[in-house]
Structure formats: C-alpha cells, structure tokens
C-alpha cells in the first residue's frame, strides 16, 4: 500500500505547492487597495489646494487687520465669495469636499502638505521681491 502512495509523492506536494501559492495570490489581492473614484461634486485634490491657498491668504489679511476694522466680517465674506467664484465652486461642494478628504488622513495630509509648499513658495517670492 505504501508503494501505492509513493508514487504519489510528486502529485502531493505540486498540490501542496497549488494551495501555498493561491492562498498567497488571495492574500495580495485582499490587500490591495482599492482605487475609489472621487464622487462628482467633490473638488481634485489639486484644485481643493488652490482654493485652500487662496483662503488662507484671505484669512491673514483679516488677521493681520489689512481689512478695515468696522467691516472685516463683511469684507472677508465677500472675499470668501469672490474665491468661491474664483474657482467656480460653490460653498457646500467646498465644505463637502473638506469633509470627504478628511476621513482619509493620508490624503488629508497630503493637501496640507501642497499648500503649506505653495504657501511658502509666495512667501519667498515676496520676501525675494523685496530684498532687491
């Protein structure tokens, strides 16, 4: 009986081999990422990081009270309107597309990290300006 068996010795660890493999390639494939397409409304990630420049530019010139004073309110809503147009975007596609990048940090991070680069990148340009 053992005769019988040994010849099926190959047979056994090519299935063997078969199994390791397949539960390996499964494996890979359920780690894989999924590419999710962005939904219609929601702004590209280049284009969220323009805006967001833009915003934050707006934002320092209320704080650094270039604005004046007894309408700043007012003024910076209609400097966020007029970014919004800018962009051609409206204020809940904005706020939706906000809200969609963060609940993934890793993207999340990644738009920051643009327009903290960009943001520099200005910075420098106007300090470059004025030096000479």
Known sequence: MKKIFANFAPLRELLYAICVLSLFSVFLISCKQKSVETPGHILKKKELVDVQVDLYLVEAAHNMNVLKPDSADTEYKNLFETVM????????DYESSLRYYAIDNESLNEIYDSVVVKLTRLENTVTYSKDQ
């Open 85 to 92: 147009k800018k962009h051609n975007i409206n204020k809940e």
